[in-house]
């Protein structure tokens, strides 16, 4: 039966969420985003709770490493799982700060990838591994399958040797370990591209620098330098042979998985700038009145609601992804759909939300004008709005990426 | 002197009523009179006459409505109707129809693609839709799909939701001869919803029988910023009853109908009366619009219309009235959905098949891209608009749902028939493709209140 409000079963989770979130979080969101490359110690606390809550069961598995998906069962009935639950949360947590949630020990996007690719082994080997994730190179960004770091079998050893450069590696300083995209055989394409998990300390990899960046400055993003670093063979998540017909498929399946993520994210920014700006609206007298159309009520109203029909959207793109991945559906174009709508409405809202508070918007007196700041990046990260396109695109319009460049 | 008066411009032809004319204007707007005389056409100065059918229906009738039906009283007046129990959902999310109304979606889609679909140039040009497609629009039960199965529908529980996906599946074949098949339907919901024991007797009958009736439910006015829930039509209280007075615009066969729902103003609180179309003081003119035309469109003029005491459908404190016009929104959102999808399902092909510089225009970025956003955006405009359908099946508060739905659907949906036509080029434009009906028909979310509910 159709019913798209949120899962009855996860309201106590997000409830919980929504309270650690303004009791924790926005009271040190500003310090944070004035003191960048600080390490947040309050954070240690936090997860500290989270980890208790996740022992219980309280938190039905929710978070970053939540996204693991099991095929176990032949079970027909309606699915409200891990997926669903880890994207309220994070939409909870992140109404309370993105550049914090991002810097919560282990749940980095690091732990999404080995959730979603390790077998059970590595999954088990790996369980409470804060990890961060390592793709981007400084010459190649959206066009991941192009990344010039490789991976070289020594067999003697029984371990891989990577080499190159991985840059916007988020806790990438922090985390305690990263997951590092090489390629084994740069002939061979995408189809060669492996992921490795790096602990921190592994001798060869060195934290570079850490980025200066325009928002989410409480979470650390570093370059690292790979030379000659020696990782287990057994470190390689997922199957060490060179697949050429499933090609990408294996290390793309984690973004499946990841994007949705990153669409909670943008959704619950935006839905602090929008509560915000709401009871802000309301107290200089304009009342939202969703029954009246919107050409007869002020212009402020009018935009507000058009941003929360927006946001409402963005919302629920990103319950359907999560909710296909918990009934094991196949999510590809829907978790790219939530993603590209999410992360272009979180920046219409927020800087939307920024010039209807006027100077109360602008300035680090308030929140907004952060918010405007950390929102930015969720249209980039993951896959940028015009990636998502090319993928809800290509998916749409049955072409291939040959003919669809 | 009254020439000069009746050439003034301004409230007429889109001019603004700043506008002036200097001399040659006003020569010219003479000589653009005497070309529309019917006196150069007795002479044979005119080459060929461009009649277009629709201009027949347009100023052709101006009359007491045509079909007069008695309605024969029956039922105990002031008590309660039977009312569809609501949509229990196990608040479990879920994207999934139900069986039945899998059914039912999957029968209606099927009389879109190969009834409605082929229908609807035509039913454009005429402004009618043919009396075979209404016919079978019955037949597969559209009338009776809110009423409830005690007074002989077919709904057991609340039926938002199953209305929301038969009219979105209705309006992928056409969005015109959609609202002209779902209006009686919408009627009929009504009555099943607030209606009294004696209204359910008195009018279902009629609608669960062999010969339904058109019935229209009019609450747009010829306003500009109309705001639906201020309705400039008045209902006065008499001895007896009431009398009403003021004009609705763009009722959905209005001229056929023989039972209205109207929107008046009672003491200053909006409220819904039955008015059947036989009662003295109703004219109806045809009102052909931009698009919907299949619906054969209509203005309801009402001049002292006097109805009995128990016109009155529901609670003259406004909230039944509020109900009815969000119910209404929620089948225009639908509307737009199934209209939206039929765009996405048209250009695909087309995009792809299309050739510029020595490949198909998909492979191309900035088309493909607005392919792309086109479904995200109509996926968009569908999860909002389940969302307020199932929360109003399940007897919860949608105001907030159905409005976020309403904007959704009028900004995207209008985007959507936008770009439909944009991505054909020239081509686009012309009658030989749709897009350019689905542009006209998109551009009514927003605009309709009323007409049509779930």
Known sequence: MINLDDPRKFRPLTEQAHQVAMNMLRPISRKYDLAEHEYPKELDMLAAMIDGLSESGASEGAGAAGVRRDDKAEDTTVKNGTNLASVMSIAEMCWGDVGLLLSMPRQGLGNSAIASVANDEQSKRFEGVWAGMAITEPDTGSDSASIKTTATLDSDMDCYVLNGEKIFVTSGERADAVVVWATLDRDLGRAAIKSFVVPKGTPGMKVERLEHKLGIRASDTATIIFENCRVPAENLMGSPEVDVKQGFAGAMATFDNTRPLVAAMAVGCAKAALDLVRDLLEQAGIEIDYDRPAITQSAAAAKFLQMEADWEAAHLLMLQAAWMADNREPNSLEASMAKAKAGRVGSDITLSCVELAGSIGYSESELLEKWARDSKILDIFEGTQQIQQLIVARRILGLSSAELK | ?454
């Open chain 2, 1 to 454: 002197m009254s020439l000069i008066q009746s050439l003034k411009p301004g409230g007429k032809h889109g001019l603004s009523s700043k506008e002036s004319r200097d001399p040659i204007g006003y020569a010219v707007a003479a000589l653009n009179r005497l070309a529309q005389s019917d006196l150069i056409d007795r002479v044979g100065l005119r080459k060929a006459s461009e009649q277009v059918v629709f201009s027949a229906t347009r100023s052709g009738f101006k009359a007491a409505t045509t079909a007069n039906r008695t309605f024969a009283k029956a039922g105990k007046k002031g008590k309660q109707g039977v009312r569809a129990p609501a949509a229990t959902p196990k608040g479990v999310f879920d994207l999934t129809p139900t069986e039945d109304e899998q059914m039912l979606v999957d029968v209606v889609t099927e009389f879109a693609e190969e009834v409605v679909r082929p229908a609807a140039a035509e039913a454009n040009e005429t402004c009618t839709a043919p009396e075979a497609l209404l016919k079978a629009g019955l037949e597969i039960g559209l009338p009776i799909l809110g009423v409830p199965e005690s007074l002989g529908g077919i709904s057991e529980e609340r039926s938002a939701m199953a209305g929301t996906l038969v009219a979105e599946a209705l309006a992928k074949g056409d969005m015109g001869l959609a609202v002209a098949a779902l209006a009686p339907g919408s009627v009929a919901t009504a009555l099943g919803l607030w209606g009294t024991d004696a209204q359910q007797q008195t009018y279902l009958p009629a609608f669960t029988g062999d010969d339904v009736p058109a019935a229209a439910l009019a609450l747009t006015e010829p306003t500009v910023l109309f705001d639906v829930l201020s309705p400039s039509t008045t209902a006065e209280k008499t001895a007896d009853g009431f009398v009403l007075n003021g004009v609705k615009t763009l009722v959905p066969r209005g001229a056929e109908a023989e039972l209205f729902i109207i929107g008046a103003s009672l003491e200053g609180e909006p409220v819904l009366f039955l008015v059947e179309s036989s009662t003295p003081g109703i004219t109806v003119d045809g009102d052909p619009a931009m698009g919907v035309r299949a619906a054969s469109l209509a203005k309801l003029t009402l001049t002292d219309v006097a109805v009995p005491a128990d016109a009155v459908l529901g609670a003259t404190d406004g909230t039944t009235y509020l109900e009815c016009v969000r119910l209404s929104r929620l089948a225009w959102c639908a509307l737009a959905v199934g209209t939206g999808q039929a765009v996405l399902d048209y250009v695909t092909p087309y995009v792809k098949q299309r050739e510029a510089f020595g490949e198909p225009i998909a492979h191309r970025q900035s088309v493909a891209f607005m392919v792309a956003n086109i479904a995200i955006e109509l996926q968009s405009m569908r999860l909002l608009t389940y969302k307020a359908a199932s929360r109003a099946a399940a007897g919860k508060d949608f105001a907030r749902e159905v409005a976020l739905a309403r904007k959704l659907c009028a900004d995207k949906g209008m985007l959507i028939g936008l770009d439909g036509v944009q991505l054909l080029g020239g081509h686009g434009f012309v009658k030989e493709h749709p897009v350019e009906r689905w542009y006209r028909d998109l551009r009514a979310i927003g605009v309709m209140e009323g007409s049509v509910l779930v």
